[in-house]
Each structure stands twice: as structure tokens, then as C-alpha cells.
């Protein structure tokens, strides 16, 4: 897991904000996904990320 900084809408301020502590898991679908918390107002913040596949 690398130390990418993500930037996803925070439903509770209404806007992007980085997110805090983000972590890359894996849902129980499959798919990739940063979990982290809202700088401000500490909110958890959910971005899903592009497949492995499609990277390479």
C-alpha cells in the first residue's frame, strides 16, 4: 500500500478535500478502493480506484 494522496467529495462539507490516513483495500466485489477521513470535519471518505489491470 503506498502513501498516494487521494482526493474525494466529503458528502457532509460538500466539496473534494484530500483525504486523511488513506489506505487502498479491497471490497468484498473486488473492486479497489482508498478509505480515509475528512481533514475538516472527520467524515469517512470512500474513492473507488481504477483495476490493477487497466494500469499496467
Known amino acids: 500500500m503506498s502513501k498516494e494522496e487521494y482526493t474525494a467529495y466529503c458528502v457532509k462539507c460538500k466539496t473534494k478535500r484530500p483525504m486523511k490516513d488513506a489506505e487502498?483495500?479491497?471490497?468484498?466485489?473486488g473492486r479497489r478502493q482508498a478509505k480515509g477521513e475528512c481533514p475538516v470535519c472527520g467524515t469517512k471518505m470512500?474513492?473507488?480506484?481504477?483495476?490493477e489491470k487497466k494500469k499496467a
Open 24 to 29: 487502498v483495500v479491497t471490497n468484498a466485489q
Open 46 to 51: 470512500n474513492l473507488f480506484l481504477p483495476s
